[in-house]
């Protein structure tokens, strides 16, 4: 079973851009969430999707948005990048079964 | 406020030993906590899920604690290896009925053959 994929690994973008992020949940896995890993701020949630509805989210500003298809892939954006926003973006996938998460690699962002 | 603290120094031990990492936290409440691995680069590996009416679960090496009184988790590597050099992450989840965590920053283990 392939694991939760996410794309691209690495990105560099400057500021005021916007960017998306792609995140491929193991196959039968319905929700999907999306982390942002900061050394100052650890893994800080961000939101998550079940079923193509957004059904929680984080502390973010509104420049944080994401949606998922009904292939339960999903993807988030940024806009009007900040430097503050560069991190490890992670997102994580689990069925319904069980309550335990898959991690992707993350796509690490830099923002110059 | 609230808040989910763990010893942000390092932990160095010697392979053989046991090494133990904290997890303390504050109003809240959460119905589960779980015990992640994350390596340099790498995305957070579930390692353990324990329940609030849980005291204690173990896998293999691995033993973790739980005790809502004191509001504190503890986790157990016994006989450590140097490949559980990592960072380890503790994480609550509220019994929301979603699948959103809240991590606390984690320890790095570092274990010296």
């Known amino acids: 079973k392939a694991g939760v994929t996410q794309t691209p690994r690495y990105l560099i973008k400057t500021r005021g851009q916007q960017v998306t992020l792609s995140c491929s949940p193991i196959s039968g896995h319905r929700s999907v969430s999306w982390y942002q890993q900061t050394p100052g701020q650890g893994l800080q949630f961000l939101f998550e999707?079940?079923?193509?509805?957004?059904?929680n989210k984080g502390n973010f500003p509104g420049r944080f948005s994401g949606r998922q298809f009904s292939n339960s892939r999903s993807e988030m954006n940024v806009s009007t990048l900040e430097l503050g926003d560069s991190a490890l973006y992670l997102c994580a996938s689990s069925g319904t079964g069980g309550k335990e998460p898959f991690f992707g690699q993350g796509t690490r962002l830099t923002v110059v | 406020s609230q808040k989910i603290e763990q010893n942000s120094e390092a932990l160095n031990i010697q392979e053989g030993k046991t090494a133990t990492l904290t997890c303390n936290y504050t109003n809240y409440s959460p119905a589960y906590l779980q015990w992640y691995r994350q390596d340099p680069g790498r995305g957070p590996v579930f390692l353990l899920l324990i329940r609030e009416n849980e005291k204690e679960k173990r896998k293999e090496r691995l033993k973790v604690t739980f005790d809502t009184t004191l509001k504190q988790s503890l986790f157990h590597i016994t006989a450590s290896q140097p490949a559980d050099s990592a960072t380890y992450l503790c994480a609550l989840e509220l019994n929301s009925g979603y699948s959103t965590l809240t991590f606390g920053k984690g320890t790095m283990l570092l274990v010296s053959p």
């Open positions: 999707y079940f079923s193509e509805t957004q059904r």
